[in-house]
Structures are given as structure tokens and as C-alpha cells.
């Protein structure tokens, strides 16, 4: 009885060897992005400006096999949002649009300019990422000095009036 055990073993054995062989290829993919508060609302990134925690983030795919896959995304502590799978890879992503939702910090609430989604194609191999341009929100309120536009600095804002 032992030696029908010992050829059922190996003829299992072998099976799962063949059928994995033979299988789908596992293909990982990862998408990753940050969430900035323009303080100033200069429409550049910059010292003074900070990253937004707590961002909420929707990243929609579409797969090799026409598969549409949602994800939802919140930034961490550094203001990094990032969706990835693992899935075979005849059904890997092949375009994919990113789009932040909602800011949950109190001032910085009104998407910025430019920042209303990223449609991109995803032609990564298995195991790279893909990395999307930042989000943008200002402030409700842009500081200003004197009611006269303002420049910001590092450390404050400051009338433009002074830089002419």
C-alpha cells in the first residue's frame, strides 16, 4: 500500500508543478501620488505649503481584458495616497484615471486649478509604480496684505507692492 501512496504523491506532485507552470503570470502594479494645500494659491509648490493628511483620493483602471476596477485611496501623514494590486497579468491595468475627491482639512478646501484628475496609460512591468503629478487645494481665503494680492515667502505673505 505504501509504494500506491508514495506514486500518488509524486503524480500529485508533479501535477501542481505542471499546472503552475502552465498557469496565469501574477503581475503587481502600484499608483501613487501626493496632496498639497497651496497656502498662497500661486499655483506653485512651495515652502510655505504644506501636505494635506487625511486626502481622499479615487483611482479608476481599466484592465488588458476591459475589466473597470475602483479604488479609494487616503493620503498618510506625508500626504502619499497609493492603490496597488496583484492580479494576473492578462488582466493587468492598461490606462487608469486618478482623481482627488475631498480635502478634509479645515482651510484648505477648493481644488486648485489643473487638479481635477490625471488619465494616464499603465505600461509599468510588474513591480514598478507609476507616479501621478500632484493635487492641489487652496485655501477658501487667500491671505493677502493691505487688500492688495500677496506673495508668500517661507515664513509669510507679503504685499506685492513691496516687490515692485
Not at 501535477?15 to 497656502?39: K, Y
Not at 515652502?47 to 484592465?63: F, N
Not at 498618510?76 to 475627491?101: F, H, Q
Not at 484648505?108 to 486649478?113: S, W
Request: overall charge negative.
Amino acid at each position: 500500500m505504501e509504494p500506491l501512496l508514495k506514486q500518488l504523491a509524486i503524480t500529485l506532485s508533479l501535477s501542481v508543478i505542471l499546472i503552475m507552470l502552465t498557469g496565469a503570470r501574477a503581475w503587481t502594479g502600484e499608483i501613487h501620488g501626493r496632496v498639497v494645500c497651496d497656502v498662497c494659491g500661486d499655483s506653485s509648490i512651495g515652502p510655505e505649503d504644506h501636505v494635506l493628511q487625511g486626502a481622499e483620493v479615487a483611482v479608476l483602471c481599466i484592465t488588458k481584458s476591459g475589466e473597470v476596477l475602483n479604488y479609494q485611496a487616503f493620503t498618510n501623514s506625508k500626504g502619499i495616497y497609493t492603490v496597488a494590486e496583484t492580479m494576473p497579468e492578462s488582466d493587468r491595468w492598461d490606462a487608469c484615471l486618478a482623481r482627488p475627491l475631498s480635502s478634509f482639512h479645515e482651510h484648505c478646501t477648493h481644488l486648485g486649478k489643473g487638479s481635477s484628475g490625471v488619465k494616464f496609460t499603465y505600461s509599468h512591468p510588474s513591480g514598478y509604480a507609476h507616479t501621478v503629478r500632484p493635487f492641489v487645494y487652496r485655501p477658501a481665503f487667500v491671505p493677502t496684505v493691505g487688500g492688495t494680492s500677496s506673495v508668500c515667502h517661507p515664513s509669510f505673505c507679503v504685499s506685492t507692492e513691496a516687490h515692485r
